[in-house]
Nanobody, 125 residues
Framework: VQLQASGGGLVQAGGSLRLSCAASGRFFSSYAMGWFRQAPGKEREFVAAVSWSGGTTHYTDSVEGRFTISRDNAKNAVYLQMNSLKPEDTAVYYC???????????????????WGKGTQVTVSS
C-alpha cells in the first residue's frame, strides 16, 4: 500500500482544513487507516483512526470534537476534517495504515505498517 497525503496549508486559529490521503494498491477496505502528526521537537503522535468499514473511529483527546476522520473505500481514500484549529495543532500530518486485516487498535498502539509522506499544517494565532 502506498499512501499520499495532501491538503495541508496555513490557516488562522479557529479555521478549518481537510486533509486527504490517497491509497494505491488492492484491498484498501481491509486496512485500518489513521492519521498521526509530528510537531517540531516532538515525537510523532497518534491523532485518529478509522476501522475498515468506517463505522468505528477513535481520536486522541486533544482533537476529540474538533477533528473527524472518514474514509471512502470506493475511492481508496481517507480524510481528516479539522475544525476549530489551534496553534498547537501545527505539525506535519502523516497518513498511516495498519497491516492488512488488522484492526484500528494497532494504530492506537503505534503499530503502523505503512506511512505516507507528510503534509504540513500550520495554524497561526
Amino acid at each position: 500500500v502506498q499512501l499520499q497525503a495532501s491538503g495541508g496549508g496555513l490557516v488562522q486559529a479557529g479555521g478549518s482544513l481537510r486533509l486527504s490521503c490517497a491509497a494505491s494498491g488492492r484491498f484498501f477496505s481491509s486496512y485500518a487507516m489513521g492519521w498521526f502528526r509530528q510537531a517540531p521537537g516532538k515525537e510523532r503522535e497518534f491523532v485518529a483512526a478509522v476501522s475498515w468499514s468506517g463505522g468505528t473511529t477513535h481520536y486522541t483527546d486533544s482533537v476529540e470534537g474538533r477533528f473527524t476522520i472518514s474514509r471512502d473505500n470506493a475511492k481508496n481514500a481517507v480524510y481528516l476534517q479539522m475544525n476549530s484549529l489551534k496553534p498547537e495543532d501545527t505539525a506535519v500530518y502523516y497518513c498511516a495504515a495498519a497491516e492488512k486485516d488488522r484492526t484500528w487498535y494497532d494504530l492506537l498502539n503505534y503499530s503502523v505498517a505503512y506511512w505516507g509522506k507528510g503534509t504540513q499544517v500550520t495554524v497561526s494565532s
